[in-house]
């Protein structure tokens, strides 16, 4: 079996990734692999890693050069490559089971590069340098019932070892559909922020740098975690405005902006956010888009645009889905995930994706999928990928950002993954 | 399923009404009548109400003496309860039944104070008891 030359003997852990990647390939490589093989056995590789080739291709190839050339199989833990802009983690919430899972994928190659376990809807986070990534989980002495733990893990993106496992306070975590937004990094990523529901509204902070819970954070009626600095973050609030949290004293100070929508505009659960600028991309129900940009001082409101035009909405065009909006934050560019359906079906998986340019709300482009697809996350280097991901197939499907054209697809993602995310490491 | 987070003065006033009919308790800080959800129709004529209504109960800062019997009745068909935190009543939390439309929930408050109170599933619902 083909194994990669920079990996390291760790644990026993990864073993398993090598033979899924094989087992990946269908039937007929075996045969191609022996044929070249047989045939032409120098160059086997070369003719592996040509055009049209699968990953089970190129490494049952490479496996039947080793076994033709007399190479040992030395079987060891695999490291996965540093992580680069084009790594995608895929979250899946298994339809709220007791324990989950998250992929963790090459967007270029559209390999799995590894994966990371989870309990109970647990939140996943990527730091922005791919420095680490992390989540906050939940986990029951006897599988779904007796005593509760709350935890947050970190992992090294490249041995996926956990390097801390930091325990909250009891049922401190909010047990929801994933939200991306409900728990996040502080952009120097020393602070996991994490949202409580339940008896009253807070943050909760959690010290990554000295491996510690802090302290929760009394905040109004007032939802999702936005950070603009190593100490200030906001909210979206009940009554539609937005609450500014500077918790660098004792007390959180808390103070609130203008209402900027309505009650009647829904504001989805999946707004999209991009740290590095600041820049908050929030759809309605409707299309309707509110930007703004978070400094540690104040929120600054754009002038809200429409994704969909006049004649759309008059046929029924609407959002849809979960993740359902992306932010690219190089060209300032906004994807949005629509379809034609009733007012009432807002997480029905949708078959297109409108590109905008967020400055001025001009359509770019309108891309038809060609499946179901949930969730949408893009790449954040200068030739962004699209990624959308099919809860119901289970499958990530890579796209082209520019074109909208489907490159590759990653199936067999669990029971229902959800969510996507990145790290916005290109500068 | 409420036991975890029952008050000891709420388990009380159960065992006390199993074995003496009344729920009388008067050495906690709070005591529970009725552990369940009554019709509005037993609410004494002269009981100090809160309405419960539109997602809101209609007394946000309610005064009353030592020993005053609060009946909370939920107006509207969202169902609401009233819930303390852990260490406003007791050491653990305390989480009263759920209302539905017209059903009335009370509670005796024996120690002066002041109790913040909130509706379980909407965190947003809060008010205010003071016991002079
Ligand atoms: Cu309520």
Redo the contacts with the bound molecule.
């Keep these: 079996m083909a194994l990669s030359r920079r990996a390291t003997i760790k644990d026993t852990r990864l073993l398993g990734l090598c033979a899924t990647s094989f087992l990946l390939a269908t039937g007929p490589i075996m045969v191609q692999a022996q044929e070249s093989g047989a045939a032409e056995p120098v160059t086997a590789t070369a003719t592996a890693a040509a055009d049209g080739q699968t990953e089970g291709q190129r490494e049952a190839a490479e496996g039947a050069r080793q076994l033709a050339a007399g190479e040992a199989d030395e079987p060891i833990i695999l490291n996965a490559p540093k992580p680069d802009a084009r790594r995608v983690y895929v979250q899946d919430p298994a339809h709220f089971a007791a324990i989950t899972q998250q992929f963790v994928i090459d967007g270029s190659t559209g390999q799995v590069l590894g994966m990371t376990d989870g309990g109970f809807l647990p939140q996943p986070v990527t730091a922005e340098d791919g420095s680490f990534f992390a989540q906050a989980s939940t986990v029951f002495s006897r599988i779904a019932r007796g005593t509760r733990t709350d935890y947050i893990e970190v992992f090294d993106p490249e041995t996926f070892l956990p390097t801390a496992d930091i325990e909250l306070p009891k049922d401190a975590r909010f047990l929801v559909g994933t939200y991306q937004w409900m728990n996040a990094l502080t952009p120097d990523n020393k602070t996991f922020l994490f949202y409580q529901f339940s008896p009253a509204p807070s943050v909760g902070v959690v010290d990554l740098e000295n491996q510690q819970f802090a302290r929760m954070l009394d905040v109004p009626d007032c939802y999702h975690i936005f950070p603009a600095s190593p100490t200030v973050f906001y909210m979206n609030c009940r009554d539609g405005s937005l609450a500014r949290v500077d918790f660098s004293g004792e007390e959180p100070q808390v103070t609130n902006t203008e209402v900027f929508h309505t009650e009647e505009e829904l504001l989805i659960n999946h707004p999209a956010y991009s740290m590095r600028v600041g820049r908050l991309v929030w759809p309605t129900y409707t299309g309707k888009i509110f930007q703004m940009d978070l400094t540690a001082e104040a929120a600054k409101f754009r002038e809200p645009i429409e994704a969909l035009t006049e004649a759309e909405r008059a046929e029924g065009w609407r959002p849809g889905g979960w993740q359902q909006t992306a932010y690219h934050r190089q060209s300032d560019r906004i994807f949005l995930l629509v379809d034609q359906r009733d007012e009432w079906r807002h997480k029905t998986a949708s078959r297109f994706v409108v590109v905008l340019n967020a400055a001025t709300g001009e359509r770019l482009a309108k891309f038809e999928m060609g499946h179901e697809i949930d969730s949408i996350n893009v790449s954040q280097d200068a030739e962004p990928l699209l990624y959308g991901l099919s809860s119901g197939t289970q499958t990530l499907h890579v796209y082209d950002a520019g074109s909208g054209e489907e490159l590759r697809s990653v199936n067999q993602l669990g029971r229902g993954p959800q969510v996507l995310l990145t790290h916005d490491m290109e500068s | 399923m409420n036991f975890p987070t029952k008050s000891r003065s709420v388990l009380a006033a159960l065992m006390l009404a199993a074995f003496s009919g009344t729920g009388a308790f008067a050495a906690d800080t709070i005591t529970v009548p009725s552990e369940a959800a009554v019709p509005v129709a037993e609410v004494p004529a002269d009981a100090i109400i809160v309405n419960i209504e539109k997602?809101k109960y209609d007394q946000p800062e309610l005064k009353v003496k030592t020993g005053d019997t609060v009946y909370w009745i939920n107006k509207e068909v969202?169902?609401?309860?009233v819930a303390f935190k852990k260490g406003v009543v007791g050491d653990e939390p305390f989480k009263g039944e759920m209302l539905k439309k017209d059903q009335a929930y009370s509670i005796t408050f024996n120690e002066a104070g002041s109790y913040e109170y909130h509706?379980t599933?909407?965190p947003f619902?809060r008010a205010t008891v003071i016991v002079e």
């Design positions: 997602m969202m169902p609401h309860n509706c599933p909407h619902m």
